[in-house]
């Protein structure tokens, strides 16, 4: 059975599907066709149901939960892991920084704000901190920093390996988003999961569950292994910020999310649907045993 399967090129995700997709481990009669795309390309099909297993963020989940199921397995959470918001402007990230949760004077409300994704977590964390920064533009991660270094927006919304880099580029931090959330709520914070279609047969699903526990359990005991695939997606990205950024995104947490991690889970659905920034649903968001 071939499955259609999504990820991002980033190196955590080709850390984690590395061994499944490559043959290192027994996957059976299952096989997989890959497609890499940025999160809020992947947020777009799952929204479509294009992919029989895809990444996704866990904001766009609570848009998906109809068609798919949350895996145990593969899910991107943890401490210290969270977007951060930027500036070029020393004075605005000091005054913005003391604002978080408390409401804005009505001239800083119209800053003009990059975001990588409507439908990202970081998005998501972003109204929770600061819901009235409305004047937000959609662009590809990688454009967010140029376009504050060019005066285009005021804020900017990173995430991925930008965590490590910005401030060599003359930015200033205003808020860490992770570390908000985990203030607020003494949980870890659900950045990215892998659903599968709720159509597949339950044996499948299981079993693409399984696999996913197992490619990951790969890479952390044979961390060698998939350097050089994970290196020839990772662009120019330098080594020491690819492991870094492995480090950061896989964890205990992606090989099973247990009880901690659903839990946190379970609180961002309830805190996002509490302030209607989300649908409500009946439908179970994980896979059931």
């Known amino acids: 059975m071939k499955l259609s399967l999504g990820f991002s090129p980033c190196p955590n995700d080709t850390f984690i599907f590395d061994a499944m997709i490559h043959g290192k481990i027994d996957t059976g009669d299952l096989q997989f066709h890959v497609e890499y795309h940025d999160v809020e390309t992947l947020n777009e099909q799952a929204f479509r149901a294009a992919l029989d297993i895809t990444k996704l963020s866990y904001h766009a989940y609570a848009y998906a939960v109809e068609d798919y199921e949350l895996l145990d397995a593969g899910s991107a959470l943890g401490f210290g892991v969270g977007p951060l918001l930027i500036t070029a402007n020393k004075e605005l990230a000091e005054k913005l920084s003391k604002k978080a949760g408390i409401a804005l004077e009505e001239e800083l409300t119209n800053l003009r704000v990059g975001i990588p994704g409507k439908f990202t977590t970081a998005n998501f964390l972003l109204g929770l901190a600061y819901g009235e920064l409305k004047n937000k533009t959609e662009m590809m991660f990688s454009d967010i920093e140029p376009a504050l270094q060019q005066g285009k927006i005021d804020v900017g919304l990173i995430i991925h390996e930008n965590r490590f880099t910005y401030m060599e580029k003359g930015l200033y931090k205003i808020l860490d988003l992770g570390d908000y959330w985990e203030k607020t709520t003494g949980s870890p914070i659900p950045l990215g999961g ?75 659905f309830e805190m996002a649907i509490e302030r209607n920034l989300v649908p409500t649903t009946k439908k179970s968001i994980f896979l059931t045993k």
């Open 194 to 268: 892998i659903v599968v279609k709720r159509s597949l047969p339950e044996p499948v699903k299981h079993r693409v569950n399984e696999l996913i526990r197992q490619s990951v359990r790969f890479g952390f005991d044979h961390p060698e292994s998939g350097m050089e695939y994970i290196r020839s997606h990772a662009q120019e990205m330098d080594v020491k910020v690819m492991y870094k950024h492995i480090e950061l995104y896989v964890n205990s947490y992606t090989e099973d999310l247990g009880v901690e991690g659903k839990k946190a889970i379970n609180l961002m």
